[in-house]
Every structure is written in structure tokens, then in C-alpha cells.
């Protein structure tokens, strides 16, 4: 089964406890992925639940489970490389803290920022990115730097022995093979999102 | 050739732009998009550019190429439902306004921010928001709100004409066909990271 469509499954079982609901079938949760019961079952079978006869599966031990799987059941410590626009952006928004990913250092090279606190978060110089990392066992890395800075920034983050990178910048960054990386490209959603519009329309 | 990979070739040129560079071999733009030089003058052939002989192929004649055929060539006018915490975020990153999407009024259910200014964007009612959308002539709409009123907040757009939908809020919308969607789920997406990460540390 591909990772992604676990948490597929576990923002539909999310939606239907915040709907009061404990327990859900296998084709309900298909219908909501657009997946047939069949693919459910097996999705949720490959590891090991098989829901309750007459109840279907339980919303609560699914979620764990998932949670357990994803390695989002604990807390990571996570910095971030850049406190511009986006790095800002980012700091404020609370949804990762939410999720267990806390933000407990950040990086930049403007000195009007060094040493101050932004929503929170103390601002270090680059110097200091290898002493903060070891110091604060920081495992994950978000790169929201300028995009011609971010291949500098991820290089800085592997020689401090980061295990993950969440890439904001529109670049192809190249890692390590030990090292995560997701990469979140808004401007690409975008021109997604704009072709699609586009060409319906010029289609009618 | 899927779509996806268009934006890859713009973010690529673009990079090779800012470093000076005015043209680039298959080769090259090959091996920084990981596939090989006959893939690229396939995909580029697709749409009619075959290179220059001992040249290669002109970065900005196919930026602006590539631009025209995913419609992001053009100005999109676009309004933002839900002023929280994502939402503010959002309006704080400039990068939108670069790459020609324009926010120009956002709604919120918020007594107290309601008639104001975010980052200088207006905040409405919700009441408003075909009246808004018509007078304005807004194309697309980007949903920020929680998560339990994301669906309500799709309908709304879809019923005052919206061509299409970016939707931050972690849940899967239900469309009519004829209304563009992308997704992008900030949770989903560190998901998928701690997962690779918490995998490799368990192999070793």
C-alpha cells in the first residue's frame, strides 16, 4: 500500500470523530476516499485490522494504529532555515505543533532578527545551526529560505546530522539517501490549479 | 506528458535564469530533473521545441512557453475563505503575487475582524461573498477554514461561480466536475516524512 493513502485514511477517520462518530465500514470509508470496500478491507488487513462483525471498524484504534505506523504517535523537534515571508508564514501557523512537529529553533542571516524571538521562537545566527541541532536533538529540518540559499541550507543541515527535510523552496534539492525529504511547492499547486482552469475553459 | 512535470521544467529554467544562464543542453535539464536527455527532448518535442544545433534549448523562450500552456502567463484573480491562523499566513507570503495570483478580498465569520485590513487585504462576510466574487470578477478561491467548514465553504464559491479551488483544509472535497481542485495538506505532507525517517531509524 502506498504511504499516502494512510493518511488518507486517517484525515477521513479524523473528519468522522469530529462528526461524533466511533465506528465506520469499510464502504463508507471507501466512499469517502473514492476507493472500492474491497480495496478498504485489504488496505486495512495488509496491517492487521479487520473490523468488528456488525460494527465495522473502530474510529479510535484505526487512528492509533495509523498514527503508530506514520511515526506521528510521538513528538518531533523540528528548526526552520529562513525566517522570511514564507518562514514567518510558517512560524505562524499552529497546525504543525498540533501534529506533534514543534518548532524550537529557527535560522536566518538578516542580524536585524539574531537573537530575537518571532511568534515565539528564537532566531540563531548560522553559525550556530550545528550547536543548536545538537544541543536540542532537533531531528527535522524546514528549508524556507530564498531558492538559490536552499541547496547551501539542506548541505548545512545533513553535515549537523538532521534526519529530515521539509523543502519550501521551488528548487530540487539534492540529499543523501539517508535523509527524508518532502518538498511543498505551492507555486507548483498553483500552475496545477491555473492549467487545469485554463484548459476548461478554452475547451468550451 | 503528465502536467506535474511542466512545473518542474519552469522551476528548473528558472533556477538556471537566476544563475545567468541563457540556454541549456537535454542533458542538463536532464539530470537536474533525475530522468534522461531523451525523455526531455521527447516531453519538449511534445510541444513543439527541438533545441537550437549547438545551442540547446533558449531558458527563456521556453519559460515563457511553458508559462503560456499552463496559464500562469496571465493575472488570476483570487479571493481567501477563512482568516485564521492559516489564512493570515497565507496573505502574509508574498510569493502568490509573484507568480500572478492575486488576492484581492478575503471572508471571514469573524465579527472582529470583519470590515478590516489583513495584510492589506479586505475581510468580508460571508454574506457578500457572491456579490464579491461577481463584482470583482474573482476566478479562483483559496479555503482556509477549519477543517468541519471546508465543504460548506467549497459550495459557496461553486455557487457563486468559482472556475476554481485550492484547498488547504485537511479533508477531501466533494466537486462538480467543471470546477478546478488542487490540495495541499501541510499534515499530510509531515506525515509522509516522519514516516520515512521513523523507518529508516528502525532498519538500523
Keep these: 500500500m502506498v504511504v499516502s493513502r494512510l493518511s488518507l485514511y486517517l484525515r477521513e477517520l479524523r473528519q468522522l470523530v469530529r462528526e461524533g462518530r466511533s465506528t465506520v465500514s469499510s464502504s463508507q470509508l471507501g466512499k469517502m476516499l473514492g476507493v472500492t470496500d ?63 512537529f514543534r518548532i524550537v529553533a529557527a535560522f536566518d542571516t538578516d542580524p536585524r532578527i539574531i537573537g530575537t524571538k518571532i511568534e515565539g521562537i528564537p532566531v540563531y545566527n548560522p553559525d550556530q545551526l550545528r550547536d543548536v541541532i545538537r544541543q536540542q536533538r532537533i531531528q527535522l529540518g524546514m528549508i524556507t529560505v530564498p531558492a538559490p540559499q536552499a541547496q547551501h541550507a539542506a548541505d548545512q543541515l ?47
Design 38 to 100: 474491497a480495496q478498504v478491507r485489504k488496505d486495512l488487513a495488509y496491517f492487521g485490522h479487520f473490523g468488528h462483525p456488525g460494527i465495522g471498524y473502530r474510529c479510535d484504534e484505526l487512528i492509533a494504529e495509523i498514527r503508530r505506523i506514520l511515526g506521528t504517535d510521538r513528538q518531533w523537534i523540528v528548526t526552520m532555515i529562513g525566517v522570511g515571508n514564507m518562514g514567518r508564514a510558517l512560524l505562524r501557523y499552529k497546525g504543525f505543533a498540533e501534529q506533534g
Design 158 to 204: 545533513v553535515a549537523a546530522g538532521i534526519a529530515g527535510i521539509v523543502n519550501f523552496a521551488p528548487v530540487t534539492l539534492s540529499l543523501p539517501e539517508k535523509v527524508g525529504l518532502v518538498g511543498v511547492d505551492l507555486t507548483t499547486e498553483l500552475e496545477q490549479l491555473a492549467f487545469s482552469v485554463a484548459n476548461r475553459n478554452s475547451k468550451r
